[in-house]
């Protein structure tokens, strides 16, 4: 089964730092990374590792190959403080990892 | 734009089946994508469930394969949800999706809470 690994598990920085998210993956594939807010569903940012879904700011970038991942988001503004999630299609599923929480410090 | 509503019952009770509904407002569910139904139970991430195309071809999660059954109605414009002897452990927010490619989600529904309880 494909396993997804976030670290760390939470991140505390203060707006305007860069914050740098971590995603392992236990096979090579295509990965996406996605927000989501307290209430809401998840927000696609990235797609194939790289790409910015529509409407996303160019602060977040994603970047990697094979297994492992990153997501990193610039000058940090207030409302990017959520839950990140990466997800990729391996072994005939599609799974998410347990995400990343980036609190306000 | 287009935009995707979940409907269905809030409470099933254990063993019994859980039902709901996608609706598909401002496009076609017959448009050349697949349609994926995603739940996340309380403090975790996401768990993809299965998906189905606009001609009705299904894929699904294997570790819930047997009780899972996604189908399309393409009179209504909506895709659907069954999930058969529920326990608690199905309690989840239950989300509806669009296939974005390569293998993404790039529109979602609001999401329905489902809670299994007697």
């Known amino acids: 089964d494909s396993v997804l690994t976030q670290s760390p598990a939470t991140l505390s920085l203060s707006p305007g730092e860069t914050a740098t998210l971590s995603c392992r993956a236990s096979s090579s594939s295509y990965l996406a990374w996605y927000q989501q807010k307290p209430g809401q569903a998840p927000r696609l940012l990235i797609y194939d590792a790289s790409n910015r879904a529509t409407g996303v700011p160019d602060r977040f970038s994603g970047s990697g190959s094979g297994t492992d991942f990153t997501l990193t988001i610039s000058r940090l503004e207030p409302e990017d403080f959520a839950v990140y999630y990466c997800q990729q299609y391996a072994y005939s599923r599609y799974s998410f990892g347990q995400g990343t929480k980036l609190e306000i410090k | 734009q287009v935009q995707l509503q979940e409907s269905g019952p809030g409470l099933v009770k254990p063993s019994g089946t859980l039902s709901l509904t996608c609706g598909v407002s401002?496009?076609?569910?017959?448009?050349?994508?697949?349609w994926s139904w995603v739940r996340q139970s309380p403090g975790k991430g996401p768990e993809w469930i299965g998906e189905?195309?606009?001609?009705?071809?299904?894929n699904y999660n294997p570790s819930l394969k047997g009780r899972v059954t996604i189908s399309v109605d393409q009179s209504k414009n909506q895709f659907s949800l069954r999930l058969t002897f529920v326990t608690a452990a199905d309690t989840a927010t239950y989300f509806c999706?669009?296939?974005?490619?390569?293998?993404?989600?790039?529109?979602w529904g609001r999401g329905t809470l489902v809670t299994v309880s007697s």
């Open positions: 401002g496009g076609s569910v017959t448009s050349n994508t697949w």
């Open positions: 189905v195309s606009q001609s009705g071809t299904t």
């Open positions: 999706a669009r296939n974005f490619q390569p293998d993404a989600f790039d529109l």
